[in-house]
């Protein structure tokens, strides 16, 4: 009986997913795409082309797992369920158990069936020995979900039901249906990795992405895996290529070229020069040791300005030639946390995949592992303390952030000051130091949390570390502000100050306009508040100076929040120096402009508690002004006054007796903005 053809237009849905499978569809011409939906956003996961199957891996299920959508003119064949059960049947891809598939792809750990766990991806070893059997017109066997195990028939079984066994009737299907003879037992099925050559010169990178396939790769993350020097038969390279590749929605590539470079900054540039080539994620790339007992792993993502601050360190971490099950969950959660979250794929990985992963290793990954010097396990703490950091911010709900910090703290006891992760751990130990001084009030945190931050800096060449030195400096700056506002000790001021401005030593506003920024609102704040201390205003004019320098350099459009809190801090200094030099109006005006200036930055970003304080604060700056306007226009006759010996005439009297009374405005009423990025 001749199959029924159906043709379809260019953006027509075939079946939505979750409808009941009730049919078969075989493209014969034109194209089609499989997806699903996440949050209300299509993921495609590919396309089909001529003799393509759709909806058969959804037959057994009884419901379609994906939609598939018409994208040219597409003609199709149909059969029902019913029918495409009985052919597979009746080719023997079907098992004589009930509805099970008689082949499975041999597990990646040697038991467990990888399927579950992994979404299939084009150009793999599978993919290509589909093709034959398409052209001879037999289903593929990946048409069929791999769900399970197969139950085994033994050969004695069969030859009881052989001779009784009536045959199928056409146009009916049965739940149990034997078949003449048993197949043979399959050979497991390896999965190999596609290697893609080092440098790509002639082919496009299409066609190597699309290597022994003929649709188009689905769309995901993709992390290039390099080969690994010493591991001459692939062994180890092949090990971790299965592993990963069990984590879902994300493509594995792996390059046939080793990284030998011993400079971990000349192996992240090779690597990235990959990443661009093969447009990758991100790269994992493995050293083995002299001993060959462990390898240093290494991640690396694409160039960006817009790094991570919990992944700026922490990017290698140390685990064995052959890897425990907890231990292949970390490489795991490792790689996935590597990827910068600039996709919803990426994001997704993160906050849907990860959380659950951590949860079968925290305990493992928090304690020392057995075979690892004592940097190797600090290295691997501080990289499980940068998941938990990162996954705490992606997902609050999980609250990680005690754990993390106890294993930042745990690995600081661990490293040595040479290695590279010593200085960002101990500004990640300060910082959380700092959070509790600021939590409980307490200067002997602040205290413990400068020291943290100097041993830091002890670490640190100015020369060939500019960015970390300049941090540090911010940082101990940032805490010594706190610790002077306790005590209002001038040398807890002048320390503040000294900090900011060997920051500033190193920072330029064209490399890190953001961090000089901080910086230099940090040491005009500093000057600002050491002044209430005295009468004199060089230090105030200092700090107006200081900001007027801040906002010549921002961009409002581009920094808005910055641009904004300048604009706060210089209006309170102005209103602040002009209460200091009597009052005069030309200050205050200029404040009440610049604090109109940062409500408006505020009003337009969104920053509505920001804008509340802004708010507030020009309204007194206003009424500041009135006031002194109207003490201007009062005595400009001053003549008069001199006149009547500078009383008060009757008139003046009864308008005084009715007016209100004002408070005097003070600088403490005017509030200033500390720095805006507190981690």
């Given at each position: 009986?001749?199959?029924?053809?159906?043709?379809?237009?260019?953006?027509?849905?075939?079946?939505?997913?979750?409808?009941?499978?009730?049919?078969?569809?075989?493209?014969?011409?034109?194209?089609?795409?499989?997806?699903?939906?996440?949050?209300?956003?299509?993921?495609?996961?590919?396309?089909?082309?001529?003799?393509?199957?759709?909806?058969?891996?959804?037959?057994?299920?009884?419901?379609?797992?994906?939609?598939?959508?018409?994208?040219?003119?597409?003609?199709?064949?149909?059969?029902?369920?019913?029918?495409?059960?009985?052919?597979?049947?009746?080719?023997?891809?079907?098992?004589?158990?009930?509805?099970?598939?008689?082949?499975?792809?041999?597990?990646?750990d040697g038991g467990d069936d990888d399927d579950d766990f992994s979404f299939s991806f084009g150009g793999d070893d599978e993919e290509e020995e589909e093709k034959p059997a398409r052209r001879s017109g037999r289903p593929p066997r990946s048409a069929v979900p791999r769900r399970g195990r197969s139950t085994a028939v033994t050969r004695t079984d069969m030859a009881e039901d052989e001779e009784d066994e009536p045959a199928p009737v056409k146009g009916k299907s049965s739940a149990l249906v034997h078949v003449e003879k048993p197949k043979p037992a399959a050979a497991p099925v390896v999965l190999k990795p596609v290697v893609l050559p080092a440098e790509i010169k002639?082919?496009?990178?299409?066609?190597?992405?699309?290597?022994?396939?003929?649709?188009?790769?689905?769309?995901?993350?993709?992390?290039?895996?390099?080969?690994?020097?010493?591991?001459?038969?692939?062994?180890?390279?092949?090990?971790?290529?299965?592993?990963?590749?069990?984590?879902?929605?994300?493509?594995?590539?792996?390059?046939?070229?080793?990284?030998?470079?011993?400079?971990?900054?000349?192996?992240?540039?090779?690597?990235?020069?990959?990443?661009?080539?093969?447009?990758?994620?991100?790269?994992?790339?493995?050293?083995?040791?002299?001993?060959?007992?462990?390898?240093?792993?290494?991640?690396?993502?694409?160039?960006?300005?817009?790094?991570?601050?919990?992944?700026?360190?922490?990017?290698?971490?140390?685990?064995?030639?052959?890897?425990?099950?907890?231990?292949?969950?970390?490489?795991?959660?490792?790689?996935?946390?590597?990827?910068?979250?600039?996709?919803?794929?990426?994001?997704?990985?993160?906050?849907?995949?990860?959380?659950?992963?951590?949860?079968?290793?925290?305990?493992?990954?928090?304690?020392?592992?057995?075979?690892?010097?004592?940097?190797?396990?600090?290295?691997?703490?501080?990289?499980?303390?940068?998941?938990?950091?990162?996954?705490?911010?992606?997902?609050?709900?999980?609250?990680?952030?005690?754990?993390?910090?106890?294993?930042?703290?745990?690995?600081?006891?661990?490293?040595?000051?040479?290695?590279?992760?010593?200085?960002?751990?101990?500004?990640?130990?300060?910082?959380?130091?700092?959070?509790?001084?600021?939590?409980?009030?307490?200067?002997?945190?602040?205290?413990?949390?400068?020291?943290?931050?100097?041993?830091?800096?002890?670490?640190?060449?100015?020369?060939?570390?500019?960015?970390?030195?300049?941090?540090?400096?911010?940082?101990?700056?940032?805490?010594?502000?706190?610790?002077?506002?306790?005590?209002?000790?001038?040398?807890?001021?002048?320390?503040?100050?000294?900090?900011?401005?060997?920051?500033?030593?190193?920072?330029?506003?064209?490399?890190?306009?953001?961090?000089?920024?901080?910086?230099?609102?940090?040491?005009?704040?500093?000057?600002?508040?050491?002044?209430?201390?005295?009468?004199?205003?060089?230090?105030?004019?200092?700090?107006?100076?200081?900001?007027?320098?801040?906002?010549?350099?921002?961009?409002?459009?581009?920094?808005?929040?910055?641009?904004?809190?300048?604009?706060?801090?210089?209006?309170?200094?102005?209103f602040l120096l002009s209460d200091r030099e009597g009052g005069k109006p030309d200050l205050l005006r200029r404040a009440v402009e610049v604090f109109s200036d940062a409500l408006r930055i505020y009003d337009r970003a969104g920053a509505r508690r920001m804008a509340d304080v802004a708010d507030s604060n020009l309204k007194r700056a206003e009424r500041a002004l009135a006031r002194t306007e109207k003490e201007l226009e009062k005595n400009k006759n001053w003549l008069d006054d001199i006149l009547n010996d500078g009383g008060e005439t009757d008139a003046d009297a009864d308008t005084n007796t009715d007016a209100p009374a004002e408070e005097p405005l003070t600088f403490?009423?005017?509030?200033?903005?500390?720095?805006?990025?507190?981690?």
């Amino acid at each position: 009986m001749p199959k029924k053809e159906i043709t379809f237009s260019a953006g027509d849905v075939l079946f939505k997913q979750g409808d009941p499978c009730t049919s078969v569809y075989t493209i014969v011409s034109g194209k089609a795409e499989l997806f699903y939906e996440i949050n209300g956003k299509a993921r495609v996961l590919g396309r089909k082309g001529e003799d393509d199957l759709l909806g058969a891996n959804s037959v057994l299920e009884g419901a379609y797992d994906t939609a598939a959508r018409a994208v040219t003119d597409l003609t199709v064949t149909v059969q029902t369920a019913d029918e495409y059960i009985e052919q597979l049947q009746r080719s023997g891809e079907l098992s004589p158990s009930a509805g099970a598939p008689a082949k499975v792809s041999a597990s990646f750990d040697g038991g467990d069936d990888d399927d579950d766990f992994s979404f299939s991806f084009g150009g793999d070893d599978e993919e290509e020995e589909e093709k034959p059997a398409r052209r001879s017109g037999r289903p593929p066997r990946s048409a069929v979900p791999r769900r399970g195990r197969s139950t085994a028939v033994t050969r004695t079984d069969m030859a009881e039901d052989e001779e009784d066994e009536p045959a199928p009737v056409k146009g009916k299907s049965s739940a149990l249906v034997h078949v003449e003879k048993p197949k043979p037992a399959a050979a497991p099925v390896v999965l190999k990795p596609v290697v893609l050559p080092a440098e790509i010169k002639k082919s496009p990178i299409r066609e190597w992405l699309r290597e022994g396939a003929d649709e188009t790769p689905s769309f995901g993350a993709v992390v290039l895996l390099a080969s690994i020097a010493g591991d001459d038969d692939g062994s180890v390279r092949d090990d971790i290529f299965r592993t990963l590749r069990q984590i879902p929605n994300m493509q594995v590539t792996v390059v046939d070229k080793a990284v030998a470079d011993s400079d971990v900054r000349r192996g992240a540039m090779q690597v990235r020069a990959w990443l661009e080539q093969h447009t990758a994620d991100a790269g994992l790339y493995a050293v083995l040791d002299n001993a060959g007992r462990v390898l240093e792993f290494h991640t690396v993502r694409p160039v960006s300005g817009n790094e991570s601050a919990p992944f700026s360190a922490g990017t290698r971490f140390f685990l064995p030639v052959r890897m425990s099950d907890e231990q292949k969950t970390l490489l795991k959660i490792f790689t996935v946390c590597a990827l910068t979250p600039t996709r919803l794929e990426h994001e997704q990985l993160l906050r849907l995949f990860v959380p659950s992963l951590i949860g079968e290793v925290a305990a493992y990954a928090s304690k020392p592992m057995v075979g690892l010097t004592p940097e190797e396990q600090a290295v691997n703490l501080t990289a499980f303390a940068n998941v938990l950091s990162w996954i705490s911010f992606m997902t609050p709900e999980e609250n990680r952030q005690n754990q993390a910090a106890a294993l930042y703290e745990q690995a600081l006891t661990l490293l040595p000051a040479h290695a590279p992760e010593y200085v960002f751990v101990n500004r990640q130990v300060g910082l959380l130091r700092q959070l509790e001084g600021e939590r409980r009030d307490s200067v002997e945190a602040f205290k413990v949390a400068e020291e943290t931050f100097r041993k830091g800096l002890a670490a640190v060449s100015e020369k060939y570390q500019p960015a970390a030195f300049a941090d540090l400096n911010l940082r101990i700056g940032n805490v010594r502000q706190k610790i002077a506002l306790q005590t209002g000790d001038g040398e807890d001021f002048s320390a503040a100050m000294t900090a900011y401005r060997d920051a500033l030593k190193v920072l330029k506003p064209s490399g890190d306009a953001e961090r000089w920024a901080d910086t230099v609102n940090g040491l005009a704040r500093t000057m600002q508040l050491f002044s209430s201390y005295s009468t004199k205003t060089t230090l105030l004019k200092k700090a107006v100076e200081l900001y007027e320098k801040e906002l010549s350099v921002l961009d409002r459009d581009e920094h808005p929040m910055l641009f904004g809190r300048a604009c706060n801090n210089l209006a309170s200094a102005l209103f602040l120096l002009s209460d200091r030099e009597g009052g005069k109006p030309d200050l205050l005006r200029r404040a009440v402009e610049v604090f109109s200036d940062a409500l408006r930055i505020y009003d337009r970003a969104g920053a509505r508690r920001m804008a509340d304080v802004a708010d507030s604060n020009l309204k007194r700056a206003e009424r500041a002004l009135a006031r002194t306007e109207k003490e201007l226009e009062k005595n400009k006759n001053w003549l008069d006054d001199i006149l009547n010996d500078g009383g008060e005439t009757d008139a003046d009297a009864d308008t005084n007796t009715d007016a209100p009374a004002e408070e005097p405005l003070t600088f403490e009423r005017i509030a200033v903005f500390e720095e805006l990025d507190d981690e």
